[in-house]
């Protein structure tokens, strides 16, 4: 009986009065529950169990025929799965993707609203304490009396499933639910030695930004931002090497490390926002991600030694092109006092704080790891005309002082070695030159670290955006469009 009581609590929470069954669970006749449901709901998604097939009957059939009850209970299950599969009080105008297991999905979403509940006047939201405090079933240390709900499940298979799923906007939002609340978890899976498996669909789903929606991206973005917080991670990164990534369709990539695959697919997303969506959130994470990265860059491939010069470049162009126009329009009104004045000051004062942080991550690159990287030095000496204009500049004379150092000392060596010099004899020269560049003529900047912090009132992003997936995904339940108040139709 377990069986159906389990499918029917989970369609009972899942139902069109979700709103009033969330209401009453936390109550506190139902608090020593909290635990055994959040680790349910989780084993089911990580089971990922199939729906059985249509008229399969869910219990194996006594010899005997088993009876009215038998007959009673397959009838139910059966029932329930029915309404997983096919709709059970109506189904939306448009038809969502089909669920390879709709009970995985539902419980996941389920897990999702509850996490996402508003605390009491009286007491925190339990299903988050929950999430916040689980263990692994590996750890044998004891649980401390100060936290309640706290339960154990097995990480490996709980990785597993997180890396396989990553296709789903849910899959991504537990995933970061996860990584930014619960340091058992985040701890575990940055020890991992297979983090490619888990980062190789985030950086997928980043580098199909359009067809992905700006939740999704943003997830997937902090996702990343949370997990360069880490040294071990930003090191080990340029360690793992890939052969051919299919989807990476701009060059072929027969062999990459995964660190360099990481700085294109990012700055891809930079170069994207810059000429779609211009939004500064946007930019922000992926550059401060960059950041995090740049002191452990190592042996980065040529194309992306080429793509954050190509970035740089793109970014000097629009700094060129808006001081032009700012140039213009002050001309215009000088001869027109009716003719109001653009704000080119607030778009200069955006750009330059990109191109600013931009040459900090080159900077960082080059004070801390410029023996690892002879492709960043060919490339910065291949385009070494597009930073002249900015050693004077104000705002970056300070920064600009080892770019300048670095291009200036290999320039000479090269200069020495003569004309015509292939691309391989150039960068023997580079490898060899850094031994000879004296590390003390490096300016000391301070280590960029950048942290991911929730904005204050986090429940204003994410209790619409779990309700939007629980709307757009959720298996046989029919929500009326004329009702929906708590997102537009039309959100990403």
């Known amino acids: 009986m377990s069986y159906i009581k389990k499918y029917s609590l989970l369609l009972l929470c899942s ?60 009838g139910v299950a059966t029932g329930l799965w029915t309404v997983f599969t096919l709709g059970g009080v109506g189904s939306k105008a448009a038809a969502a993707p089909e669920l390879s297991s709709p009970l995985a999905n539902q419980s996941l979403l389920l897990l999702l609203v509850l996490a996402n509940l508003t605390d ?20 044998n240390s004891p649980f401390p009396s100060s936290i309640p709900h706290a339960f154990q499940i097995n990480f490996n298979s709980l990785y597993t499933a997180l890396c396989e799923q990553q296709t789903s906007d849910q899959a991504t939002l537990l995933l970061y639910t996860l990584l930014h609340q619960n340091s058992n978890i985040r701890t575990y899976m940055l020890a991992r030695t297979d983090m490619e498996n888990l980062v190789l669909p985030i950086l997928e789903i980043l580098y ?29 990164i340029h360690e793992v090497i890939l052969k051919n990534i299919t989807w990476y369709s701009e060059r072929v990539l027969t062999e990459i490390s995964l660190g360099s695959l990481l700085i294109l697919v990012v700055i891809r997303t930079i170069q994207y926002n810059m000429t779609r969506t211009r939004d500064k959130y946007l930019h922000t994470n992926c550059l401060a991600a960059l950041a995090n990265m740049s002191a452990q860059f190592r042996s980065l491939h040529q194309y992306a030694a080429q793509r954050i010069i190509s970035l740089f470049s793109l970014l000097s162009k629009k700094h060129n092109k808006v001081l032009e126009q700012a140039t213009q329009s002050l001309r215009g009104s000088l001869s027109s006092n009716d003719v109001p004045l653009p704000d080119y000051a607030q778009d200069l004062n955006v750009i330059e704080e990109v191109i600013r942080m931009m ?62 010099l292939s691309v391989e004899r150039v960068l023997e020269i580079i490898k060899q030159g850094v031994v000879a560049l004296p590390k003390d003529r490096l300016k000391k900047f301070p280590e960029l670290k950048f ?41 990403d």
């Open 15 to 74: 139902s069109c009065d979700s709103l009033v069954m969330c209401y009453h669970l936390p109550s506190s006749a139902s608090l020593p529950y909290t635990s055994k449901l959040v680790k349910t709901l989780l084993y089911n998604f990580i089971r990922q169990e199939k729906p059985p097939p249509p008229g399969a009957r869910v219990f194996p059939q006594p010899s005997d025929g088993g009876g009215l009850l038998y007959g009673l209970a397959s």
């Open 120 to 139: 009491a006047t009286d007491a925190p939201n339990p299903y988050r304490q929950a999430i916040m405090s689980f263990k692994n079933t590996q750890d």
């Open 359 to 420: 040459l900090e991550i080159i900077n960082s690159c080059l004070t801390n790891s410029l023996h690892h990287n002879p492709n960043l030095v060919y490339a910065l000496l291949y385009k070494r005309d597009l930073f002249e204009q900015f050693q004077t500049h104000p705002s970056f004379q300070d920064i600009m002082q080892n770019i300048d150092l670095v291009i200036t000392f290999f320039s000479s060596r090269l200069l020495q070695a003569g004309a015509e």
């Open 451 to 491: 942290k991911y912090v929730e904005e204050e009132q986090p429940e204003e992003f994410f209790i619409p955006y779990v309700w939007s997936l629980v709307y757009n995904s959720a298996a046989g339940l029919y929500w009326n469009p004329q009702d929906i108040q708590l997102f537009t139709m039309d959100s």
């Open 208 to 236: 199909h930004v359009e067809e992905r929606n700006s939740h999704h991206v943003y997830m997937a973005l902090i996702i990343l931002l949370i997990l360069t917080e880490d040294d071990g991670f930003n090191r080990s």
